[in-house]
């Protein structure tokens, strides 16, 4: 069975553009979580969804967005990109809410 | 808000030896706590989980026990190996299975 896959791996931006990361969750996961993680934060939550819906958010900006399609792929983007938002973001799926599988990450530095 | 904190940050055993990792978190209606290892250059991966409704549960070298009234719980890792040396993170749930909070990481070196 595939893991989840993240693309793309890596990607260089500069401050004021957007961005948009991709996530295949494992086939017949409903449920992706998106994190971000930096040396400083850690691990942080930024949303969930499940079956097309957003069923979670975390405390970011509403510049930090996503969403889900009908084969459970999900998207994410970063609009009006600050240096701040250099991190790897980490997608991850779930059958049953309960243990999350981790995609390898988007690791996104901004200039 | 959950809160979940992690001791140590850093731990070095030698090759053998046990390591044992403690979380402790601020909301007594979280229920759910997984520990991921995750290796440099990956994505975190699920090592062991426990519930709210079990005090300890094992697999081959790894341990997760859990003191609700505390709140704290612990990762044990018996018989450390080279391969086994990682960041180690914690979670906890509140809304069962979602909106996990991560402890900061404890990063574990198995010496040779």
């Known amino acids: 069975k595939a893991g989840v896959t993240q693309t793309p791996r890596y990607l260089i931006k500069t401050r004021g553009q957007q961005v948009t990361l991709s996530c295949s969750p494992i086939?017949?996961?409903?449920?992706v979580s998106w994190y971000q993680q930096t040396p400083g934060q850690g691990l942080q939550f930024l949303f969930e969804?499940?079956?097309?819906?957003?069923?979670n958010k975390g405390n970011f900006p509403g510049r930090f967005s996503g969403r889900q399609f009908s084969n459970s792929r999900s998207e994410m983007n970063v609009s009006t990109l600050e240096l701040g938002d250099s991190a790897l973001y980490l997608c991850?799926?779930?059958?049953?809410?309960?243990?999350?599988?981790f995609g390898e990450g988007s690791r996104l530095t901004v200039l | 808000g959950e809160n979940v904190e992690q001791h140590p940050s850093t731990l070095s055993v030698q090759e053998g030896d046990s390591a044992v990792i403690k979380c402790t978190y601020s909301d007594s209606a979280s229920n759910y706590f997984p520990w991921y290892k995750q290796e440099l250059g990956k994505g975190p991966q699920l090592i062991i989980d426990?519930?709210?409704?079990?005090g300890e549960k094992k697999d081959q070298r790894i341990a997760v026990t859990l003191n609700k009234t505390a709140k704290h719980f612990s990762l044990h890792i018996t018989e450390t190996q080279p391969e086994d040396s990682a960041v180690y993170f914690c979670a906890a749930s509140i809304i069962y299975g979602q909106n996990f909070v991560f402890g900061p990481g404890t990063r574990l070196s198995v010496l040779p």
């Open positions: 086939s017949g996961h409903r449920s």
């Open positions: 969804y499940f079956s097309e819906t957003q069923r």
């Open positions: 426990i519930r709210s409704n079990v």
């Open positions: 991850a799926s779930s059958f049953d809410s309960l243990g999350l599988f």
